[in-house]
């Protein structure tokens, strides 16, 4: 009688163990991954030199560096600076030429997204919603 229950006793255990190296490994599957990607577009800036990208740390954005592209010369309008605000819902960006002047007509920016996200998917439908 002794044996059996020491037996179901460490049948149990070791059942346990097992269901909760099972409830672990399928916790670890849902953490989130964290991933960096550059995404480009064109904007057009306002007559203060704003323009803004609808995706925020609501998306799972942590952080988010932004620098110009084009047009590289030939104009007053190269973007030389971009500032960066990343808010819940926007990444607000306002852009300067290399005298400090706002920049108003149509620029391609390039920003350094760092995210993360619950999902591989979910990673690649934010790039493509914030590349253009």
Known sequence: MRRTF?????AGLLLAGLV?????QGAKAQEPIEVVFVASDVFDPDINGYAS???G????ILGVECGGSNPQG?????PSQVMTQLGAAQIRLRVFNHVGQRVTSLVRINCTIDALVP????AQQLKAKLTG
Not at 6 to 10: N, Q
């Open 119 to 122: 999902t591989a998917a979910a």
């Open 53 to 55: 990208i609808a995706a």
């Open 20 to 24: 909760a190296v099972n409830v672990r």
């Open 57 to 60: 740390t609501n998306d799972g």
């Open 6 to 10: 020491v037996a179901t006793a460490v």
């Open 74 to 78: 030939g104009t007053v309008q190269i």
